[in-house]
């Protein structure tokens, strides 16, 4: 039979493992359980709470005070480690917004402060100032307050996403229409490049949000002219597969670095060595609004030259458009 | 022509300032409210020719105050409202607002829908025959025409034209459309009304993808632009 002892060190053993996952009161309570069950059913006499010589008695207390010592020290270096995590996790996200208040202080000053500045201007200078410097600086403000109103819708509609207050209110709509009212919008931004729109004759109807998937649309398109050229070629392409609407957006500019292709759905996240101004909320927004329709959004580079963009929305679809017209 | 008198009611200082100034270059008349109850013992005092309404007041619901106004008064309401709620817009439009503008809006497009909303005469209904730019509509025959050749429509298509037509730079509703169309009973029945939508855009559009005519309002219905229609009286 084993002797006495080496349960003792077995279940001290036992207690000191426990002391790396629990929380140090179960410990204590096991270390005491522990020196009881040794007394009780290892020293002799067995199966009393006596014991049996001060020898015996003195290893009792010895067991006992080293199990209390090892729960008390472990419990300590779980916490410090704790503390140590959660500093380390704060200073992180300390940084990541402070370099996203830079950036969207940026964004938000520099309109503003052209804004205060050419108003100034026109205030105080007004008599020294030619025609021509005062239609500049008018012109300024109105390009300022345009670019700030931008941002400024940016920032509410990726607010709206955050709180949850956004609601998708779907409605049969006539794809045609949207993309094309997208288009018309944004003509004087697309006037320079050439665009392709394939949407089949007998597209269904789909029930969507109209203006949710038109800002979708338009973020996607936006996008496209601030990472290419000129000239480039945007297609624009929409078929149903099966219970899906799949929307595509591609262009065959030079696609997305591959580094940075899974990061460009981030909040907040700007394509390195890219001058565009702009929060970097564009596409995430995109993101939101496709997954406020329970669709999905996914970005590939194109294997020779470009990028594609490809959304998938399950959703209801009608075709009474293919009824014969009375 | 002008000398017409515009109310203004808006509770922000500078929005009134900047509407005022706006319209008075434009030779407007304009008086400024800065509660709704203000801006309807006025509109019962002094009748003005239109208001510019905005929803978002401190004291009543701008809605509030569109119902109350329309129990009485006729002349043209247009709502100014905040970016964010085409619901908002839809049912002060139901409820009997001529038109809306989204705060940002453009000074010109302001006075684009001050315009166009003085412009109509309230008998409209009794004009038999109306041209917009290439579009003539004989609404004794029920005949269209695109550049003078005959354009011929299903009898829905011609219900829907004509209703947009008659409201000429009026945005009217989905619901509206469905209610006037198609009647009460198919007030959820939308598809429709994208589907003869775009079958009147093959008809009577240039390029049914760039219509110049019939207007979509994102999330809240259509619009139709006659532009400088040439109206001729028998």
């Not at chain 1, 067995?46 to 010589?53: A, C, D, P, S, W």
């Not at chain 1, 969507?208 to 290419?228: A, K, R």
């Not at chain 2, 109350?68 to 002060?92: C, F, G, M, Q």
């Amino acid at each position: 039979m084993m002797g006495y002892r080496v349960v003792a060190f077995m279940l001290l053993m036992a207690v000191s493992i426990l002391a790396m996952f629990l929380d140090i009161v179960p410990v204590l309570v096991a270390a005491f359980l522990s020196a009881v069950i040794w007394d009780f059913f290892f020293i002799p006499p067995t199966m009393t709470l006596t014991v049996g010589t001060p020898e015996d008695g003195l290893l009792l207390l010895m067991y006992f005070i080293v199990a209390l010592i090892n729960t008390v020290l472990t419990s300590k270096i779980r916490k410090m480690e704790k503390e140590v995590k959660a500093k380390d996790e704060k200073a992180k996200s300390v940084k990541f917004y402070n370099t996203l208040f830079n950036s969207l202080s940026h964004e938000l000053h520099t309109p503003i402060t052209t804004i205060i500045g050419c108003a100034d201007n026109l205030q105080g200078n007004a008599p020294s100032l030619s025609e021509k410097n005062k239609t500049e600086l008018v012109s300024e403000i109105s390009v300022a307050a345009i670019r700030l109103n931008q941002q400024v819708e940016n920032l509410l509609n990726m607010s709206r996403l955050e709180s949850g207050i956004l609601q998708v209110k779907k409605d049969w709509c006539d794809i045609n229409d949207l993309v094309y009212k997208v288009l018309q919008r944004l003509e004087p931004n697309l006037s320079k490049y050439r665009i392709a729109v394939e949407i089949p004759d007998q597209l269904p109807l789909f029930r969507l949000d109209f203006g949710l998937m038109e800002q979708v649309i338009y973020n996607l398109l936006i996008n496209v002219t601030q990472h290419t050229p000129e000239d480039t070629l945007i297609t624009i392409q929409v078929d149903s597969q099966r219970d899906r609407l799949i929307l595509v957006v591609a262009d065959n500019g030079s696609g997305f670095p591959k580094k940075e292709i899974d990061k460009v759905f981030d909040k907040f996240y700007k394509l390195k060595g890219y001058a565009t101004s702009g929060t970097g909320l564009g596409l995430s927004i995109v993101k939101g609004f496709v997954e406020a329709h329970q669709g999905s959004v996914k970005l590939e580079n194109l294997p020779v030259k470009g990028s594609k963009f490809t959304i998938e929305i399950r959703t209801e679809k009608s075709y009474v458009n293919r009824l014969k017209n009375e | 022509m002008n000398n017409q008198t515009i109310l203004v009611i808006d509770d922000e200082f500078q929005i009134r300032k900047l509407l005022t100034i706006t319209l008075q270059s434009n030779n407007y008349k304009v008086v400024e409210a800065a509660t709704g109850k203000q801006g309807v013992n006025i509109v019962s005092n002094h009748p003005p020719d239109l208001v510019l309404l905005d929803l978002g007041l401190p004291d009543e619901s701008g809605h509030e105050v569109l119902r109350h106004l329309r129990e009485w008064y006729t002349n043209p309401i247009i709502i100014v409202s905040v970016r964010s709620s085409e619901e908002d817009i839809a049912k002060a439009l139901d409820n009997g607002a001529n038109d809306y503008l989204v705060k940002t809006f453009r000074t010109g497009e302001l006075l684009a829908r001050v315009r166009s909303a003085l412009r109509k005469p309230g008998s409209e209904l009794n004009i038999p025959t109306a041209t917009f730019r290439d579009l003539t509509i004989d609404f004794a025959s029920r005949t269209v025409k695109k550049d003078d050749s005959i354009v011929k429509l299903t009898g829905t298509e011609y219900a829907l034209l004509s209703i947009l037509a008659r409201n000429d730079g009026k945005v009217l509703t989905h619901q509206y459309l469905l209610n006037q169309v198609w009647g009460a009973s198919h007030q959820n029945e939308s598809q429709y009304l994208r589907v003869f939508i775009a079958h009147l855009r093959k008809k009577i559009e240039t390029d049914p993808n760039r219509p110049q005519h019939i207007i979509t309002e994102s999330g809240i219905g259509y619009r139709f632009i006659g532009n400088a229609a040439v109206r001729e009286r028998e």
